[in-house]
């Protein structure tokens, strides 16, 4: 249980720096790759963001929500006219 178990085997924290979890699992992608990755990755984003902004004017049109500053501004502006003051 002592000295023989101990001079088996590295302690787990050596093991674990000795080889990246990564090596030698995956090949490297290409340049093509990354790049197809990427626009799938942006493209998703996008549609995430438009979703996101058509549900918070969704929500606006219904009074669910509280408008900000600039949603104020550009659906009611006769609430910033200063003219009648």
Known sequence: M???DEGSQP???AR???QPATA?????????QF???KQRKDAHEAAQKA???QKR???IASGAVQMNGRELFQHE?????????
């Not at 502006?77 to 003051?85: H, K």
Request: hydrophobic fraction near 50%.
């Open 51 to 53: 979703e996101a902004a």
């Open 24 to 32: 030698g699992a995956a090949p490297p992608i290409t340049p093509s």
């Open 57 to 59: 004017a969704a929500d």
């Open 16 to 18: 674990a720096a000795a």
């Open 11 to 13: 302690p787990a924290p």
């Open 35 to 37: 790049l197809s990755w």
């Open 77 to 85: 502006p006769w609430v910033f006219d200063n003219n009648i003051y």
């Open 2 to 4: 002592g000295a023989e």
